[in-house]
């Protein structure tokens, strides 16, 4: 079966500090991986989509960045954290195709001071 | 992908089914209804979805009006793990993208 993974379970950084959060799926190949970010009592927001290795979409315009150097790897950085970066993240993935639910990991709460 | 419309809350007695609404008169032909829900503190997870006709898994039932302006989300039998804010999501097959909305949140009590 396929499981996806997410770590740190959460975070506390200074504000300017980098950051790197990992997401890995097992258990099936080429799937499509989402990045997303929950602010507190607010929906979900997409930031990062990819349908390949090194393939990555931005939906909306900000400090981080995302990069996928494996198959079943997705990774989101920042240079520097703002205050504003604090928040659930939540990585997912898919099978190809249409018609396809996504998964989601457990999640990162990232706060940041 | 069309906008839906959920009431914010429901409250639901332990053992009897929870019927779960979801407007989406804008609905386009090619997007399918998904349900998430999310456990405080945890990430989404997936339910069921369907296009046209009702479907059934080992979680829920979903019925979906002949004309799919709206949709039903039907746990038979919940229970207090039920708990949780249910989203109902209208995603147009040509795109793998979601995006939630408030949802509803289901108080499931002894």
């Known amino acids: 079966s396929q499981t996806i993974h997410q770590w740190p379970a959460t975070l506390v950084q200074p504000v300017g500090s980098p950051l790197s959060l990992e997401c890995t799926v097992e258990?099936?190949?080429?799937?499509?991986l989402y990045w997303y970010r929950q602010a507190a009592g607010r929906g979900l927001q997409l930031l990062f989509y990819?349908?390949?290795?090194?393939?990555i979409s931005s939906e909306v315009p900000q400090n981080l960045s995302a990069s996928r150097p494996q198959d079943r790897q997705f990774i989101l950085s920042s240079k520097k954290l703002l205050l504003s970066d604090s928040g659930f993240y939540l990585c997912?993935?898919?099978?190809?195709?249409?018609?396809?639910?996504?998964?989601f990991g457990d999640g990162t709460r990232l706060s940041i001071l | 992908d069309a906008k839906t419309t959920q009431p914010p809350s429901m409250d639901c007695a332990e053992g009897r089914a929870a019927n779960l609404p979801c407007n989406h008169s804008?609905?386009?032909?090619?997007?399918?209804v998904y349900w998430y829900r999310q456990i405080h503190s945890q990430g989404p997870q997936y339910i069921i979805h369907?296009?046209?006709n009702n479907e059934t898994n080992e979680m829920a039932s979903l019925i979906i009006t002949e004309d799919r302006k709206s949709s039903t989300l039907i746990l038979p039998h919940a229970t207090l793990r039920d708990t949780a804010v249910y989203y109902c999501?209208?995603?147009?097959?040509?795109?793998?993208?979601?995006?939630f909305g408030k949802g509803t949140m289901l108080l499931v009590s002894p």
């Open positions: 369907g296009l046209k």
């Open positions: 990819s349908v390949g290795i090194g393939q």
């Open positions: 997912a993935w898919a099978s190809m195709g249409n018609d396809q639910p996504q998964h």
């Open positions: 258990g099936t190949s080429n799937p499509n």
């Open positions: 804008t609905i386009s032909g090619n997007e399918y």
């Open positions: 999501i209208a995603v147009n097959s040509g795109y793998s993208t979601l995006t």
